[in-house]
């Protein structure tokens, strides 16, 4: 889905949380946005279904917080944390 997609169902109140996930460690990291039923939504580029790719955390940060998001859940296997992006 596209960043003006999930900021429009940001604003319905359909997301629980967002998630930063790392692809691979040297790959960078991807976006997943949890919805009340427990659904992933995947942040697709905006000129292809491929799922988008960020280098930095800080990136991915950005993006989240321009949807909408106060907090992101971060994690790295079973390493789990919190990030404040507003």
Same mark, same amino acid.
Do not use: H, Y
């Given at each position: 889905?596209?960043?003006?997609?999930?900021?429009?169902?940001?604003?319905?109140?359909?997301?629980?949380?967002?998630?930063?996930?790392?692809?691979?460690?040297?790959?960078?990291?991807?976006?997943?946005?949890?919805? $009340?039923?427990?659904?992933?939504?995947? #942040? /697709?580029? @905006?000129?292809?279904?491929?799922?988008?790719?960020? *280098?930095?955390?800080?990136?991915?940060?950005?993006?989240? $917080?321009?949807?909408?998001?106060?907090? #992101? /859940?971060? @994690?790295?296997?079973?390493?789990?944390?919190?990030? *404040?992006?507003?």
């Amino acid at each position: 889905m596209q960043e003006k997609e999930i900021r429009l169902l940001f604003k319905a109140g359909v997301f629980e949380s967002c998630q930063a996930i790392p692809i691979a460690m040297s790959r960078g990291w991807t976006l997943k946005f949890i919805t $009340r039923n427990q659904e992933e939504v995947t #942040l /697709n580029l @905006q000129r292809s279904q491929t799922e988008r790719e960020f *280098k930095s955390l800080d990136g991915a940060a950005a993006v989240a $917080r321009r949807v909408g998001f106060d907090w #992101l /859940n971060v @994690q790295i296997g079973e390493l789990k944390w919190r990030e *404040k992006v507003a």
